[in-house]
Nanobody
Framework: QVQLVESGGGLVQAGGSLRLSCTAS????????MGWYRQGPGKQRELVAH???????NYADSVKGRFTISRDNAKNTVFLQMNSLKPEDTAVYYC??????????????????WGQGTQVTVSS
């Protein structure tokens, strides 16, 4: 199993910045893709950004130029730097990862894992 723990959410005014962090723990062998999704009020969960173990990134059009995803492979941690925040960025942000684990002599995965979510609220 892989546990994902997010931090860094909060309340910020429009135009402000926040930095989210997510650390994976468990019997991890490797994590290829780590990413962030969000779910706003009354909306479906959507991809914000993801990054591969080699540093290749992909962003939703709505956040390009404002958000930056990065990761520390040695610490199994992914970051999301969010600048120029807008009220429409208000959502619960979820960390996501595809991980391979090793337990009792066997490899498992890759399997998809989710964090518990962290609230980001942007006031106008």
């Amino acid at each position: 199993q892989v546990q994902l723990v997010e931090s860094g959410g909060g309340l910020v005014q429009a135009g402000g910045s926040l930095r989210l962090s997510c650390t994976a723990s468990g019997n991890i062998v490797s994590i290829n893709v780590m990413g962030w999704y969000r779910q706003g009020p009354g909306k479906q969960r959507e991809l914000v950004a993801h990054i591969t173990i080699h540093g290749n990134t992909n962003y939703a059009d709505s956040v390009k130029g404002r958000f930056t995803i990065s990761r520390d492979n040695a610490k199994n941690t992914v970051f999301l730097q969010m600048n120029s925040l807008k009220p429409e960025d208000t959502a619960v942000y979820y960390c996501n990862a595809d991980g391979v684990t090793y337990y009792s002599g066997a490899y498992f995965g890759p399997r998809n894992y989710w964090g518990q979510g962290t609230q980001v609220t942007v006031s106008s």
